[in-house]
């Protein structure tokens, strides 16, 4: 248990379908992210917000869309997916000042898009 | 760019000591990290390293050479449960940067 959770922890959606990851820390980061995970592809960070303003987004399809309503607790809105959207998507959070910036990860949600 | 190579897997037997390397290429370079991730479970911190040399945690340590854009994660004592994989990650871009993984090397401990 690394203070960060994560529903739902499986999702199986049509490309038409519209769902919402969410997210919650309870460790009083000021830090949170959106990682997606592949087979055979290292993680690849999608969005950052910090003391929650979003400072970062890797170039992520629109179909792709976060919020990030208080430091708590992060939303990722899912629409139109398509099948290559399939993977673990890995919510953690992190104290940024810190030099490690060690991230907290949550357990994930296994995504399948049909 | 920024990039970092790493083994993809790595196979030794209980008791063994193993070697993960890690070469980096990145800019404004603010420390190597070390992350192990169980089959179906979430990445977790192991290490970190700002300065060069060695730093232990028990039967883990980690190495850096910022000279030669190099790291490794050394595991003593191999235990089934280090079956895993392991990914190392650097931080650019100063304080505020973010963490860059490498594609993660896959450790199957054999009895």
């Known amino acids: 248990e690394t203070g960060v959770t994560q529903t739902p922890r499986h999702l199986v959606m049509g490309m038409t379908n519209k769902k919402s990851l969410k997210c919650e820390q309870h460790l009083g980061h000021n830090a949170m992210y959106w990682y997606k995970q592949s087979a055979k592809k290292p993680l690849e960070l999608m969005f950052v917000?910090?003391?929650?303003?979003?400072?970062e987004n890797n170039s992520v399809p629109s179909r792709f869309s976060p919020e990030c309503p208080n430091s708590s607790h992060l939303f990722l809105h899912l629409h139109t997916l398509q099948p290559e959207d399939s993977a673990l998507y890995l919510c953690a959070s992190s104290q940024k000042q810190r030099a490690t910036d060690t991230q907290y990860f949550g357990p994930g949600t296994r995504l399948t898009v049909l | 760019g920024q990039s970092l190579e790493q083994p993809s897997e790595v196979t030794a037997v209980e008791g063994a000591i193993v070697q993960i390397n890690c070469t980096y290429q990145?800019?404004?370079?603010?420390?190597l990290s070390w992350y192990q991730q169980h089959d179906g479970g979430a990445p977790t911190f192991l290490s970190y390293n700002a300065l060069d040399g060695l730093e232990e945690t028990g039967r883990f340590s980690s190495f850096l050479s910022r000279s030669d854009s190099y790291g490794y994660l050394l595991l003593q004592e191999l235990q089934m449960k280090d079956s895993a994989s392991y990914f190392c990650?650097?931080?650019?871009?100063?304080?505020?940067?973010?963490?860059?993984f490498g594609k993660g090397t896959k450790l199957s401990v054999k009895p």
């Open positions: 917000y910090n003391f929650k303003e979003q400072t």
């Open positions: 990145t800019s404004g370079f603010y420390g």
């Open positions: 990650a650097v931080r650019s871009g100063g304080s505020q940067g973010n963490l860059i």
